[in-house]
């Protein structure tokens, strides 16, 4: 019964492969240093590199979200401004390792950074408690969109979308060339964006809580500018979440990194 023998041992190895691949299934790594993870973690990013990401927690600015070490309501840079936005969410600060994760994707062209950014803005947005409706990208001109191939926004919101079950709208769309909001100061920007965009799909925004997905919130006026618009076209109401809140230099003090929640 020799041939009966090795189909048993062929099954029997089929079945071991089988399972192999079932417990170790395609290699994982961590999206900053590329190691192996050879645990299951809530985002793909290994031990060190997850205790060295700067996840904002405990208290905050009610306005712009950046962690505050007093017990004021608003950091410096919100006490002296007003936002039409509800306000801002964002998991990170924008520093060390979560800039070189946000430079990765737009400068890199890594694009699968989108999915760890979307992962960890969709946990922010749940436990901020803020409700909405319709996910809307921040847009890029068609000019800076032919620059970089794609719209790292909208990547980031195709992924939240799927994660939170809501509709992602390009209900924003920049109908005119800006120039690079670094450069200038804060009123400059206001004044550089006054304009820039406009509305699309009005009937869907009307009436809608809307979640405005960007990358980075700086000064919070792209935010506010994109918000303008939303509201002109009868949005309920705009939440903002974007990956990282930079923080305001001024006084602030951020606090040490800490390890993410389960
Ligand atoms: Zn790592
Ligand atoms: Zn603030």
Wanted: glycine share 8%; charged share 25%; proline share 4%.
């Amino acid at each position: 019964m020799k041939g009966r023998g090795e189909a048993v041992r062929a099954v029997l190895k089929r079945a071991a492969k089988g399972l192999a691949d079932a417990l170790y299934p395609e290699a994982v790594t961590c999206d900053v240093c590329g190691a192996e993870l050879v645990a299951d973690t809530r985002y793909t990013l290994c031990a060190a590199c997850t205790a060295a990401m700067p996840f904002i927690r405990g208290h905050r600015c009610l306005n712009c979200g950046v962690p505050i070490s007093d017990e004021a309501d608003y950091c410096l840079r919100c006490q002296r401004t007003s936002a039409l936005f509800r306000r801002n969410i964002s998991p990170l600060c924008y520093s060390g390792e979560a800039m070189e994760l946000v430079h990765a994707l737009k400068f890199g062209g890594k694009r699968y950074i989108a999915k760890l950014l979307g992962a960890m803005m969709a946990d922010e947005f749940i436990r901020s408690g803020e409700e909405g409706e319709v996910i809307v990208p921040v847009p890029m001109s068609e000019a800076e969109l032919k620059r970089r191939g794609f719209n790292q926004s909208g990547l980031i919101a195709e992924d939240i979308g799927k994660r939170l079950g809501m509709p992602v709208l390009p209900a924003l769309v920049k109908v005119r060339e800006t120039k690079p909001q670094k450069e200038l100061t804060g009123k400059e920007r206001a004044e550089n964006l006054k304009g820039c965009f406009t509305v699309a799909y009005g009937e869907y925004v009307r009436g809608r809580k809307i979640v405005l997905v960007d990358d980075v919130f700086t000064t919070g006026s792209t935010a506010n500018e994109c918000t303008r618009m939303l509201l002109r076209a009868k949005a309920a109401s705009v939440t903002v979440l974007t990956a990282a809140v930079t923080v305001p230099k001024n006084r602030v003090e951020v606090l040490p990194a800490q390890k993410s929640e389960e």
